[in-house]
């Protein structure tokens, strides 16, 4: 069984929302032999990322950069992971206030470090909340458990 593993930020109704689309979109019922694994930011740690063959992050933007949680998990995980985990496909859904562009680069520039490979677009779910952000999330989450029961990446 793979294991795809989600790291998300979700402080707030409408990120938790965000968070259980993308859960529920990586259960979906045509697909088998995925296990998935839901964290936050503060309670997943390297040991997870090392049992698990794809990642989704998601944060929020905060003050332009990405969620202090979610940057918490990389200055754990980090240096632990680092030769070990590199190829590990990953997807990343940002909640932005403003554009997201800093979340972006803050988050790519870790992965890039760690060599992780970026499998799907990013979600940027920007500006005020919208219900159509959950479907752009279950989808992601959707596509990430497919690809790695199929063995796309």
Known sequence: MKR???????PSPNTLALRD???EGALHTDIDG???VVKSPLEAGPDDVLAAQAIILGTTENLGYMSGA??????????PCLEETQGLPYALYIRAGLDGTGTRRGVETIVTGLKWKAVQ???????????????DCRDLGMAMSAGLEAGVF
Do not use: N, P, T
């Open 4 to 10: 795809l593993l989600i790291v998300a930020h979700a």
């Open 21 to 23: 689309a993308v859960r």
């Open 34 to 36: 995925v296990d998935v």
């Open 70 to 79: 979610l940057k918490d998990f990389f200055d754990r995980s980090y240096y």
């Open 121 to 135: 677009d990013v979600v940027l779910c920007k500006g005020d909340y919208q219900a159509s952000f959950a479907d």
